[in-house]
C-alpha cells in the first residue's frame, strides 16, 4: 500500500450531506489540500446536478485545493484527477486491463462506468479561491441502471468485474498518492504531459462518438485533446473544438 502523500489533510466523515459541500463549508478556514471522505452522503451529486447514488461500500470523497492560476487551468485538473484514479485502480487490483478513460470526467471498466470527476470551484471576480474536486468510485456495488439517464454506459463495480474488494480507506490512499504524484508533475511541466499521459488511456479514441450539449449534438471521430482540454472530433463539416459536453458512444 501507498503513504499517505506528505502535506495533504484528510477528514473522515461518518455521514455528510456532500463531501463537496463540506469542503465549501472548510474551504476559508482549510490550510493546504485536504482530502474529504464520508462513508455516506445523504445528498451526493454529479454533472449537471444529477443525483449520484453512493451504495454502501464505494468511495465518495473531495480534495479541496487553492490552486493558482486562471480557472481555465485550474479546470485541467479533471485529468489530472482521472489519471490519478486509474493508477490507483490499477494499484489495487494488479491490472490495467479494461480501464480506460471517458472525455471529460468518467473512468471506465470493461466498457461500463466505474466512477465520475465532478470539479466546482468558488472565487470572486475572474480568480479562484479553492477547487473542490468529487469522486466517487463503484468499489463495492454498482447503481441500478434506473440510476442513469437513458443512452448513458452502464454503470459497474470493481468487485463485480476484477473481483477485488477493497475498502475506500484503502482506495483513498492509493489514489491521494498518484494524485500528488500527477499534481506535482502538473505544477511543474504543465499540462501537455498529462494530456499525453490521458490519451495514451482514452476510450473510443480514433472512433465516432457523439458529444451532447442542453442545446446541439456534434458527431464525429475522436480525433484528439487539445491544449485546452477540449474535446477534438472530425466532422463532416470540418473539425470541431469542444470545451463542454456528454460523449456517448
Not at 13 to 31: C, G, H, K, Y
Not at 174 to 196: K, N, S
Request: proline share 5%; aromatic share 6%; charged share 15%.
Amino acid at each position: 500500500m501507498s503513504d499517505w502523500p506528505q502535506g495533504y489533510g484528510l477528514h473522515v466523515l461518518q455521514e455528510v450531506d456532500s463531501t463537496l459541500n463540506e469542503a465549501a463549508r472548510i474551504a476559508p478556514t482549510a490550510q493546504g489540500p485536504v482530502w474529504i471522505m464520508a462513508h455516506h452522503q445523504t445528498a451526493a451529486r454529479g454533472r449537471r446536478g444529477r443525483a449520484w447514488a453512493n451504495p454502501k461500500g464505494n468511495l465518495a470523497a473531495t480534495l479541496l485545493l487553492h490552486p493558482q492560476g486562471t480557472p481555465d487551468k485550474i479546470a485541467l485538473r479533471s485529468f489530472v484527477a482521472a489519471l490519478a484514479l486509474f493508477d490507483a485502480c490499477v494499484a489495487v487490483t494488479g491490472r490495467a486491463a479494461g480501464l480506460s478513460l471517458k472525455w471529460p470526467n468518467d473512468v471506465l471498466l470493461n466498457g461500463g462506468k466505474l466512477a465520475g470527476i465532478l470539479l466546482e470551484s468558488m472565487g470572486q471576480g475572474r480568480g479562484v479561491s479553492h477547487l473542490a474536486i468529487g469522486i466517487g468510485v463503484n468499489l463495492a456495488e454498482a447503481p441500478s441502471v434506473e440510476m442513469v439517464e437513458p443512452q448513458a454506459l452502464r454503470p459497474v463495480s470493481l468487485l463485480s468485474e476484477t473481483g477485488a474488494l477493497v475498502l475506500p480507506d484503502d482506495f483513498l490512499t492509493e489514489l491521494a498518492a498518484a494524485y500528488a504524484r500527477y499534481e506535482t508533475q502538473f505544477v511543474t511541466y504543465g499540462f501537455d504531459p498529462i494530456r499525453i499521459a490521458w490519451l495514451s488511456s482514452a476510450a473510443r479514441l480514433g472512433e465516432v462518438i457523439t458529444a451532447r450539449t442542453a442545446t446541439s449534438e456534434t458527431v464525429g471521430t475522436f480525433e484528439t485533446v487539445d491544449a485546452r482540454g477540449n474535446l477534438v472530433l472530425n466532422t463532416a463539416k470540418g473539425r470541431v473544438s469542444i470545451p463542454a459536453a456528454d460523449v456517448f458512444f
